[in-house]
């Protein structure tokens, strides 16, 4: 099966001032989800224990912080600008964050294994 990039159909599964995540769960073992981070907004951050997830920006800049969450105890160990055309390769339970610190929506879409499991 195909879709687009820019619209990967799917479920909407989170809307606030912050952002719009639709879920794309057409596959058994994969999910595709999207995000659209409005300007000067932040995701929550969040480490998925067993789960690798695959980060594609597609439009926009921003940052992207990696790290270790132990309880209320966060480290950030990495964190680099992102901009379209960027992957970035999450590892096993690694903390993540994305940042928009631009003045123009930031859309990235991240494929993972299985159901939603934020730590």
Same mark, same amino acid.
């Given at each position: 099966?195909?879709?687009?990039?820019?619209?990967i *159909?799917?479920a909407?599964? %989170?809307?606030?001032? &912050?952002?719009?995540?639709?879920?794309?769960?057409?596959?058994?073992?994969?999910?595709?989800s999207?995000?659209?981070?409005?300007p /000067?907004?932040?995701?929550? !951050?969040?480490?998925?224990? *067993?789960?690798?997830?695959?980060?594609?920006?597609?439009q *926009?800049? /921003? #940052?992207?912080l990696?790290?270790?969450?132990?309880?209320?105890?966060?480290?950030?160990?990495?964190?680099?600008?992102? %901009?379209? !055309?960027?992957?970035?390769?999450?590892?096993?339970?690694?903390?993540? #964050?994305?940042?928009?610190?631009?003045?123009? %929506?930031?859309?990235?879409?991240?494929?993972?294994? *299985?159901? &939603?499991?934020?730590?």
């Open positions: 099966m195909k879709i687009n990039i820019n619209d *159909g799917g909407l599964v %989170k809307e606030d001032d &912050r952002y719009v995540v639709k879920d794309n769960k057409d596959l058994k073992n994969l999910v595709v999207s995000t659209d981070l409005n /000067g907004k932040q995701t929550t !951050g969040h480490s998925h224990a *067993g789960q690798e997830e695959v980060y594609i920006f597609v *926009g800049k /921003g #940052r992207m990696l790290g270790s969450q132990k309880g209320d105890d966060l480290s950030i160990e990495d964190e680099f600008p992102v %901009k379209e !055309g960027d992957v970035v390769l999450i590892e096993d339970g690694k903390f993540h #964050r994305v940042v928009n610190d631009s003045e123009d %929506k930031l859309y990235f879409v991240c494929v993972f294994d *299985g159901n &939603r499991t934020h730590q």
